[in-house]
């Protein structure tokens, strides 16, 4: 395998981001708690520290 790093500076990445995604799909400021698998599912239960939990695939 031919792995190696790669850096690109974070106003550049969340700019292309926002460029490609519905402006609710990004969450400036959310800190992630824990990620969970949600039972017979394939979607994940993700958990912000304010309590907010958005399922996803």
Excluded: M
Aim: net charge neutral; hydrophobic share 40%; proline share 5%.
């Amino acid at each position: 395998d031919d792995l190696s790093l790669r850096s690109v500076h974070r106003k550049a990445l969340l700019e292309a981001l926002a460029e490609e995604l519905p402006p609710t799909a990004i969450r400036f400021g959310s800190k992630l708690s824990s990620i969970k698998n949600l039972p017979d599912s394939s979607l994940l239960a993700l958990h912000l520290e304010d309590g907010t939990v958005i399922k996803t695939k």
